[in-house]
């Protein structure tokens, strides 16, 4: 992995990662953000530890998995939108704007929980498909001409090479299957509103990581949260 880096943040050193990674490359907040946002270690969460897992990967993901996450997030559903603010939606807004994956298009929402997000994506794209695992979380969807898709995000009902971007916020990164859905010259875009905050959680590097050397990216903090965005470019 390529990293260049404003903010301190350096590559892991591993050799092997090194040379298979997505080049990443650091933009500079356009306003004042914390550098790293602190709180309690979330190391130990079972959704930190479980999106590790999956970002090593995601074969390790499984149908008990499933099982529980669903269970958690049906649980949470009734609630989920009022986690909604200004100050976690700025980095969706902001890794849109200057992650630049382009304007319209098809957008593929992946755990799109009650929609918090799911209305910003729709100003910025012509067409969003959002999916999530949890049918209690999409009941509370309330934004108007949604496309609500209720899937496992690990196997995608989707044809292959057929999303112009795939969005990932809080959600786990099912790197193979959003690279099979993904056209050859589209974007993913991984944000955590609650930045290191955020249960479930990759670090920008681990995102480059699994990804690999198909894609190149960029990334920064805006709001409370983090975000980069990654262009798959020809690796011939
Ligand atoms: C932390 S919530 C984030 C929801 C929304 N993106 C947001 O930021 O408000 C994670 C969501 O991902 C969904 N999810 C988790 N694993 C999934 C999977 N394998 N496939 C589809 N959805 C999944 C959960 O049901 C939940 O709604």
């Given at each position: 992995?390529?990293?260049?880096?404003g903010e301190g943040?350096e590559?892991?050193?591993d050799?092997t990662?090194?040379?298979?990674?997505?080049?990443l490359?650091w933009?500079e907040p356009l306003?004042?953000?914390?550098s790293?946002?602190?709180?309690?270690?979330l190391r130990?969460h079972?959704?930190r530890?479980?999106?590790?897992?999956v970002g090593?990967?995601e074969?390790?993901?499984?149908?008990?998995?499933?099982?529980r996450?669903?269970?958690?997030?049906?649980?949470l559903?009734?609630?989920?939108?009022?986690?909604?603010s200004a100050?976690r939606?700025?980095s969706l807004v902001?890794?849109?704007?200057?992650?630049r994956?382009?304007?319209?298009?098809t957008?593929?929402?992946?755990g799109c929980g009650?929609g918090n997000?799911?209305?910003?994506l729709?100003d910025y794209?012509?067409?969003?498909v959002?999916?999530?695992?949890s049918?209690?979380?999409?009941?509370?969807?309330a934004?108007?001409?949604s496309?609500?898709v209720?899937?496992?995000?690990?196997?995608?009902?989707i044809r292959?090479?057929?999303v112009?971007l795939v969005?990932?916020v809080n959600?786990?990164?099912?790197?193979?299957?959003y690279?099979r859905?993904?056209?050859s010259?589209g974007?993913?875009l991984?944000?955590?509103?609650l930045?290191e905050?955020?249960?479930?959680?990759?670090?920008?590097?681990?995102v480059?990581?699994?990804l690999?050397?198909?894609?190149s990216g960029?990334?920064?903090?805006?709001?409370s949260?983090l975000?980069s965005?990654f262009?798959?470019v020809d690796?011939?």
């Amino acid at each position: 992995m390529h990293v260049s880096s404003g903010e301190g943040l350096e590559d892991s050193g591993d050799q092997t990662s090194a040379n298979v990674g997505a080049q990443l490359r650091w933009l500079e907040p356009l306003s004042t953000v914390p550098s790293e946002t602190s709180g309690p270690s979330l190391r130990e969460h079972p959704m930190r530890v479980l999106s590790a897992r999956v970002g090593r990967s995601e074969k390790l993901w499984s149908i008990r998995d499933a099982q529980r996450v669903r269970e958690n997030f049906d649980a949470l559903a009734p609630v989920w939108a009022e986690r909604a603010s200004a100050e976690r939606e700025a980095s969706l807004v902001d890794g849109l704007t200057r992650g630049r994956p382009g304007r319209g298009g098809t957008a593929l929402e992946v755990g799109c929980g009650s929609g918090n997000h799911t209305q910003a994506l729709s100003d910025y794209c012509n067409e969003v498909v959002s999916v999530d695992l949890s049918l209690e979380m999409l009941r509370h969807v309330a934004v108007e001409r949604s496309n609500l898709v209720l899937c496992d995000a690990s196997a995608l009902p989707i044809r292959d090479s057929s999303v112009d971007l795939v969005v990932v916020v809080n959600m786990f990164l099912f790197s193979s299957e959003y690279r099979r859905v993904l056209r050859s010259d589209g974007y993913i875009l991984f944000v955590s509103s609650l930045a290191e905050q955020t249960p479930i959680y990759l670090s920008p590097q681990d995102v480059a990581r699994s990804l690999g050397s198909e894609f190149s990216g960029v990334y920064s903090r805006a709001g409370s949260g983090l975000w980069s965005c990654f262009h798959r470019v020809d690796s011939d």
